[in-house]
């Protein structure tokens, strides 16, 4: 076969890129800021991603990923552009924070590269939806509605493809009640249209317990991302469920049991759009803290540090 | 051949025969199945043409931009690693059109920028140079902070899904792409360069990337058009964003263009829940509206209230 002059002329000029955080060993230390390639869990079948992990778990063996893709023209608002100085990798990455999963640690199979400090950060800040010093410069394009962007479709595959990856870890720490955020699908409203955005008087609710007196806790972001357009942005907030289709997502199995699944899966996709950013979480028992707020119906709450809870109804 | 082999190869030559072989291999298949008047620059897909994209994909994509390094990296099979090739290939492929597309939208830009009254042509550096007349401001080259605003503002602008073989789709009506280039002008006091327009275009179709090409794959039904529900939609339209302020105008051309609530707040100087509230009254308002009309009246309804609040953006004055 001929190999033509222009292609050994381009070779002869190519430097080769290189890996300074490269490591492949049986069992990675694995620390925030990496960026690694995963792999399935034993019967899955997705082939391997690349994602910059942004949250570990060394308790529970997994960790926080969002995944790591050099088509950059995916890369939406909550989305980090990186040049190779930022990541120790040869070539630009976009890192898709909003679609992030939970994975194991035994997904790893290798480290490719590591974010800098501020690139963490601003993926970080794309998850929860904050301001960090470069959202402007090193965003992408922010994503329209399905009938004005083109990228919507790709976006499912590559969301879809990810929460393939992740579906041994989503299932799992549902099942072993793993204690990870989720918001009892009762604390939301029922009455009306659950789709025409009347849970915004529930955020309301919880962003302004937020406000008093917490370091951290439900960010404006939050209220952003499931606010409004309830649907689409509920979906856009936590990735485990993205499904900007419309399709049905595989709800976790111990609440498989409820009366009405249509309406609860939308109630968990809701209360997992809070929960997934990581400001709150419900947790049982009687115990009570401060601040204590009342909805509009008497319901109570009680907003602990990325913990509400419901108290009585 | 097996990806071991072939990983032997990328280590020792970079790119040797037997990736050559699988690019070429990956290009044939791919075009093929476009048109070529569209993707090929050429009438049909003969092999220097099909060459020619090898060496696009290779000098491009793969050198170029390193992508030979991510092919390696992330397939642990060989059938992976085709994948993703194919993948650079659909990608050039995707990038020769916008290219073809953006120029044809420029050709349009100097054509109704010379035409304007408004608009002033000068020169900068041997190029063109357009700026609204009444401006008087000195030309600075854009940043990428004042490229990023307009692309985010002119993305609400409502453009037109381009069909199959369709070498270089309008994209935008003439009405809309006046506002278009009016928000850029507005964005940019001291002037424009058709450089500085080929940039924000370019963006603008960012998402014409990785979809036009499934898009053109399919065929596009035609729509028999309810041209009387079209123009009572559009005529409802245009009534409500009369009648909106400047800043809730402002605040659904955020919400069109996708910003975040905070952002938006910023652009119209007021809290972010004081946007959440006046957005929803504002939607409840549009959703109202668009009951009734059928779905080609609430395309409509939304392209007018798009096209609408991109105008009067451009002579409110943008923020």
Known sequence: ?313 | MNLTDLRHEYQNETIGPSILALVRRACASRARRYPPNVYARSALWNDDVIEDLVQDVITDRLLGERQIDYLFDVARTIDAWRALLDRQVRITLARRRVRTVVDNLLDRAKSLLDSDDSVQRSVFSKRALYSLRESGATYLPLTDEVIRRVVEDVRVVPRQTPGRGERAPMVYSKRNFVALLRVVLRHAPGGVTIRDLGRILELVLTDWIPAVLEQDEGSVGMVVEDLGEIGSAREVARQMVAGWSVDEARIVRGLLAGLPYIEIARRVSVSRPTVIKRQRVLMDGLRVAAEEFGEIGQKALIDEVATSVVERGASDGLS
């Not at chain 1, 194991?104 to 974010?115: H, I, M, T, Y």
């Not at chain 1, 419309?246 to 699944?261: F, L």
């Open chain 1, 1 to 313: 076969m001929d190999f033509p002059d222009w292609l050994a002329a381009t070779v002869g000029e190519w430097v080769s890129g290189t890996y300074p955080f490269r490591e492949k060993e049986e069992s990675l230390d694995i620390l925030e800021g990496d960026i690694l390639l995963v792999g399935a869990m034993e019967g899955y079948a997705p082939e391997h991603r690349m994602v910059a992990i942004f949250d570990v778990d060394e308790k529970r063996r997994l960790f926080l990923g969002a995944p790591v893709t050099t088509d950059v023209s995916l890369a939406t608002a909550d989305s980090v552009i990186l040049t190779p100085d930022y990541t120790g990798l040869p070539y630009q990455v976009a890192v898709l924070s909003g679609l992030a999963v939970y994975l194991w640690f035994v997904q790893a199979d290798e480290r490719l590269g590591a974010l800098t400090e501020e690139a963490l950060e601003a993926v970080w800040a794309g998850y929860y939806g904050a301001e960090d010093p470069f959202q402007s410069s090193h965003r992408g394009i922010p994503l329209q509605e399905p009938g004005m962007d083109l990228r919507w479709a790709e976006l499912d595959a590559e969301s879809s493809h990810i929460r393939e990856l992740a579906r041994d870890c989503t299932d799992k720490r549902w099942d072993e009640d793993l204690h990870l955020p989720f918001v009892a699908p009762r604390l939301l409203p029922v009455s009306g249209d659950s789709r025409n955005g009347s849970h915004a008087e529930v955020l309301d609710i919880l962003e302004e317990a937020t406000r008093e007196g917490r370091t951290r806790g439900f960010s404006p972001s939050c209220v952003e991302q499931v606010a409004g357009t309830l649907d689409r942005r509920i979906l856009r907030a936590y990735p485990n469920l993205f499904q900007p289709m419309g399709q049905t997502a595989t709800p976790p199995t111990a609440r498989k049991d409820q009366d009405d699944p249509g309406d609860w899966l939308f109630k968990l996709t809701m209360a997992d759009a809070l929960a997934g950013a990581g400001f709150v979480k419900v947790i049982g028992g009687d115990d009570h803290s401060e601040p204590t707020r009342f909805d509009s119906n008497g319901r109570r709450y009680e907003f602990l540090y990325e913990t509400v809870k419901e108290t009585s109804v």
